[in-house]
């Protein structure tokens, strides 16, 4: 076997991140006694699953290196001294007076946390710890009150000149050849953006400000007049992030941070900082894409297209959620609500592969698929499999039966022969999937490729299902029209189950039809016609 064909760990992108991260260690020369991964988490805004999977996947790297030996950890960092450049979509008017503020310095417009910052931080650790994750939480505001950066900001700020020139030449940014790139927090207004520090006094660490103005999103911000002078030792301020990712992957050590392709210029600064200012080998990075709305529109904090942790719990498991982030890393996708149901049958699609229920004919195929499972259950997986019913099946009977839900779609899938007895966990997902058809209307099915026969089979049972009179045995007639039309049964079965259900198979498909009702299924059928 070649060593473009071998497998590496697990067989995932995952695990091949871990083997070029330890490569570049190794290369460099480095102890390795513990390999830190960082995952930058916003406090601005509501945090979406994008901001989410960052923390996700930097955790599935800490995995790998675990698995490989290493002693990992992630540290899942809160950058709450970030201002706040507008009010996002949904929340309060009254935020407005708190522009350029500091978001841990603006009060919890909800009354529940000590701050704007800590609440939106809460929302994206709480999707965090449902999912399983673990981490080091870390908070700007604290980080820069103890003093943790003081030796990366005194380097930085002793070398601005250098890295103003250098900011001006990789990105044709020519701010910070006028001003320092830090911002303290003005001790008079308490905001951020509109203290521009000027001049840094070295000996005794501190910079001398003014509060001016400054433009934020296309808006000119007018300061409060104030000058004074901040101990970058302990008084409020943050680095620019041209700057301040390596500052903190000094500091802390870090040897691995994912990022996004929105700040590939700030990372850029940051790598050549890290490298030549602090003196510190940059981490090994992977860049990835941004997830999507369905109208393909970035989801963001501020736009008010967000789908949070919390939102996709209520009709999906966190398995489905992992999957979603592990299946891969780079190529932008359109995310929605609605890709729910196709992640919670894949997940026990690669179940099976995993018990050997399914058999591939592709060693490496099946090894990737094993090694994802496992990445999606936290290399945790489960001793024996869980069983399986189609998402998308529970949603069509959770459509039916809305009072004693649960007792009555666990009657009918044991009807069905579904499952052979009742379960704790098929009770749960009867649950999400009761949300999720309580909350959206019925999906369109996808266009499906059909020839003439089976067309008029088609259309021949959607006569039958329209007709007054009842058809008496459905299963037998489906399987007449079938082989009146010379079309295998299974067939003819499978286009149906695809019309109905978005599957391949389903329970016995006459019972199941007389459940749903005659008129829908017909209706559902002739939109393909």
Same mark, same amino acid.
């Given at each position: 076997?070649?060593?473009?064909?071998?497998?590496?760990?697990?067989?995932?992108?995952?695990?091949?991140?871990?083997?070029?991260?330890?490569?570049?260690?190794?290369?460099?020369?480095?102890?390795?006694?513990?390999?830190?991964?960082?995952?930058?988490?916003?406090?601005?805004?509501?945090?979406?699953?994008?901001?989410?999977?960052?923390?996700?996947?930097?955790?599935?790297?800490?995995?790998?290196?675990?698995?490989?030996?290493?002693?990992?950890?992630?540290?899942?960092?809160?950058?709450?001294?970030?201002?706040?450049?507008?009010?996002?979509?949904?929340?309060?008017?009254?935020?407005?007076?708190?522009?350029?503020?500091?978001?841990?310095? *603006?009060?919890?417009?909800?009354?529940?946390?000590?701050?704007?910052?800590?609440?939106?931080?809460?929302?994206?650790?709480?999707?965090?710890?449902?999912?399983?994750?673990?981490?080091?939480?870390?908070?700007?505001?604290?980080?820069?009150?103890?003093?943790?950066?003081?030796?990366?900001?005194?380097? *930085?700020?002793?070398?601005?000149?250098?890295?103003?020139?250098?900011?001006?030449?990789?990105?044709?940014?020519?701010?910070?050849?006028?001003?320092?790139?830090?911002?303290?927090?003005?001790?008079?207004?308490?905001?951020?953006?509109?203290?521009?520090?000027?001049?840094?006094?070295?000996?005794?660490?501190?910079?001398?400000?003014?509060?001016?103005?400054?433009?934020?999103?296309?808006?000119?911000?007018?300061?409060?007049?104030?000058?004074?002078?901040?101990?970058?030792?302990?008084?409020?301020?943050?680095?620019? =992030?041209?700057?301040?990712?390596?500052?903190? =992957?000094?500091?802390?050590?870090?040897?691995?941070?994912?990022?996004?392709?929105?700040?590939?210029?700030?990372?850029?600064?940051?790598?050549?900082?890290?490298?030549?200012?602090?003196?510190?080998?940059?981490?090994?990075?992977?860049?990835?894409?941004?997830?999507?709305?369905?109208?393909?529109?970035?989801?963001?904090?501020?736009?008010?297209?967000?789908?949070?942790?919390?939102? =996709?719990?209520?009709?999906?498991?966190?398995?489905?959620?992992?999957?979603?982030?592990?299946?891969?890393?780079?190529?932008?996708?359109?995310?929605?609500?609605?890709?729910?149901?196709?992640?919670?049958?894949?997940?026990?699609?690669?179940?099976?592969?995993?018990?050997?229920?399914?058999?591939?004919?592709?060693?490496?195929?099946?090894?990737?698929?094993?090694?994802?499972?496992?990445?999606?259950?936290?290399?945790?997986?489960?001793?024996?499999?869980?069983?399986?019913?189609?998402?998308?099946?529970?949603?069509?009977?959770?459509?039916?039966?809305?009072?004693?839900?649960?007792?009555?779609?666990?009657?009918?899938?044991?009807?069905?022969?579904?499952?052979?007895?009742?379960?704790?966990?098929?009770?749960?997902? *009867?649950?999400?999937?009761?949300?999720?058809?309580?909350?959206?209307?019925?999906?369109?099915?996808?266009?499906?490729?059909?020839?003439?026969?089976?067309?008029?089979?088609?259309?021949?049972?959607?006569?039958?299902?329209?007709?007054?009179?009842?058809?008496?045995?459905?299963?037998?007639?489906?399987?007449?029209?079938?082989?009146?039309?010379?079309?295998?049964?299974?067939?003819?079965?499978?286009?149906?189950?695809?019309?109905?259900?978005?599957?391949?198979?389903?329970?016995?498909?006459?019972?199941?039809?007389?459940?749903?009702?005659?008129?829908?299924?017909?209706?559902?059928?002739?939109?393909?016609?």
């Amino acid at each position: 076997m070649s060593n473009e064909q071998k497998i590496i760990g697990r067989g995932t992108w995952i695990d091949k991140l871990a083997w070029e991260l330890l490569e570049r260690e190794k290369q460099l020369g480095r102890d390795t006694n513990m390999l830190r991964v960082e995952s930058g988490l916003g406090a601005s805004g509501i945090p979406h699953i994008g901001s989410l999977g960052d923390a996700v996947r930097a955790y599935g790297v800490k995995l790998a290196l675990e698995d490989s030996g290493y002693k990992s950890e992630l540290v899942a960092y809160s950058d709450d001294l970030d201002g706040l450049r507008k009010i996002p979509e949904g929340l309060p008017e009254s935020l407005g007076e708190h522009i350029a503020k500091p978001v841990s310095l *603006i009060p919890d417009p909800f009354g529940c946390h000590d701050s704007y910052g800590m609440h939106m931080s809460s929302i994206l650790l709480d999707g965090l710890d449902r999912l399983g994750i673990k981490y080091n939480f870390m908070r700007a505001h604290d980080t820069y009150k103890k003093g943790l950066l003081k030796n990366q900001i005194h380097t *930085i700020l002793a070398n601005s000149d250098r890295i103003g020139d250098k900011i001006a030449e990789l990105v044709n940014q020519e701010k910070y050849q006028k001003t320092l790139p830090y911002y303290p927090v003005c001790a008079n207004c308490n905001r951020l953006y509109t203290a521009q520090a000027y001049e840094y006094v070295a000996d005794q660490m501190e910079v001398k400000y003014r509060c001016g103005e400054t433009e934020i999103g296309s808006k000119i911000l007018q300061g409060c007049g104030h000058e004074g002078t901040a101990d970058i030792t302990k008084d409020l301020g943050k680095l620019a =992030w041209k700057v301040e990712f390596a500052a903190r =992957w000094h500091a802390f050590d870090i040897r691995f941070e994912a990022y996004g392709k929105d700040i590939m210029d700030s990372v850029k600064v940051n790598d050549w900082v890290s490298d030549d200012i602090l003196g510190h080998p940059h981490p090994y990075h992977v860049k990835y894409e941004m997830f999507l709305d369905k109208g393909g529109k970035k989801i963001s904090k501020s736009a008010g297209n967000v789908l949070t942790a919390q939102k =996709w719990l209520r009709y999906g498991t966190p398995k489905s959620m992992l999957l979603l982030l592990y299946k891969r890393i780079t190529g932008a996708r359109e995310l929605g609500f609605e890709d729910i149901p196709t992640l919670m049958d894949e997940y026990n699609e690669i179940e099976d592969v995993y018990f050997d229920r399914t058999k591939l004919d592709n060693e490496a195929k099946t090894v990737k698929i094993k090694g994802l499972y496992q990445y999606t259950n936290l290399l945790n997986p489960p001793k024996t499999q869980s069983p399986h019913v189609s998402y998308r099946l529970l949603v069509e009977l959770c459509r039916i039966f809305k009072e004693d839900r649960a007792d009555r779609v666990t009657k009918k899938l044991l009807d069905y022969g579904t499952i052979k007895n009742p379960d704790p966990h098929i009770e749960q997902l *009867i649950g999400l999937a009761g949300n999720y058809a309580d909350d959206f209307e019925e999906e369109r099915a996808a266009q499906l490729q059909l020839n003439d026969p089976l067309r008029a089979a088609l259309r021949r049972l959607v006569g039958i299902l329209e007709a007054e009179s009842d058809p008496g045995d459905m299963q037998n007639a489906i399987y007449g029209i079938a082989k009146d039309g010379n079309i295998p049964p299974k067939e003819f079965f499978t286009i149906l189950y695809q019309i109905i259900l978005g599957s391949n198979r389903g329970p016995k498909i006459g019972p199941f039809i007389i459940d749903i009702g005659r008129k829908k299924v017909a209706k559902a059928i002739a939109m393909h016609l």
